[in-house]
């Protein structure tokens, strides 16, 4: 009927005369994608969400990172925010941060306006422009993901901070200190070491092989060696002491 045909799409509007599009994207399973561009170092207003408790969930991914440099590969960054609300008790969500790259966003961080809305902040350093952005979220949930973020110099004094992950990769490598490891370049060791076995000597001592045999430091210039917990050995400055002898 010729109402029938002027509700209908038209296909030389390849989807622009859908009112709703957001919607459409969710009904057919396709994920809702835009481009945003930051321009400054800062925090930027990315998002505002809706997030019932008991729960939902809502992503926002970013391609793309601060700097468009040939052979600056870090920036083609990828950056993903996962929001979750709680269970009522307390009310409230979660914010995570999984970052790949330096270039891509480095921390985030939301505020409360009022029931389940809640502003969702990024921070991210200066030239990142013309990024894509993703984003989907459950059914009873949604967002409103902003092209030209509001900006801000530092982050806004009453935004809740969330945690940020770092996903080690060939580019992002984890220090020796990350990792809980020394370094080949030296450094500090908090503790006993055993060498293939347990430390049974404690404090400052290192055991090799059987878990009461090595060495330890007792204190200021002393340095005792033990066989099978048995004292053999003292070195102090200007002289040496075999025990038992």
């Known amino acids: ?3 029938q045909a002027a509700g209908a799409l038209q296909k030389s509007q390849n989807g622009g005369d859908i009112p709703d599009k957001k919607q459409f994207a969710r009904t057919i399973g396709a994920v809702t994608s835009t481009s945003v561009t930051f321009g400054e170092s800062g925090w930027f207003k990315i998002a505002t969400v809706f997030m019932p408790q008991a729960t939902s969930t809502a992503v926002i991914k970013l391609y793309g990172g601060s700097g468009y440099n040939v052979g600056s590969f870090e920036q083609g960054a990828i950056s993903e925010l996962v929001l979750r609300a709680g269970n009522g008790s307390p009310v409230g969500i979660t914010a995570t941060l999984w970052k790949r790259s330096p270039n891509g966003v480095l921390e985030c961080a939301w505020i409360n306006t009022s029931g389940d809305n809640y502003d969702i902040y990024v921070r991210i350093n200066q030239y990142a ?3 894509i952005a993703q984003y989907d979220y459950t059914g009873n949930a949604n967002v409103t993901l902003y092209s030209a973020p509001e900006y801000s110099e530092t ?3 009453n935004a809740t901070n969330g945690q940020t992950y770092t996903l080690y990769n060939s580019m992002m490598k984890p220090t020796a200190g990350d990792v809980e490891a020394l370094s080949v370049n030296g450094g500090r060791l908090n503790g006993p ?3 293939g076995t347990d430390n049974a000597l404690g404090g400052n001592s290192i055991v090799l ?3 009461d045999t090595g060495l330890k430091q007792n204190g200021d210039g002393i340095l005792d060696m033990f066989a ?3 004292h053999t050995v003292r070195v102090a400055p200007g002289e040496m002491i075999v025990l038992g002898a």
Do not use: E, H, S, V
Request: charged share 15%.
């Open 1 to 3: 009927t010729a109402k």
């Open 193 to 195: 070491l055993g060498i």
């Open 209 to 211: 092989g059987d878990n």
């Open 129 to 131: 422009y013309w990024l």
């Open 228 to 230: 099978n917990n048995q």
């Open 155 to 157: 982050k806004p004094a």
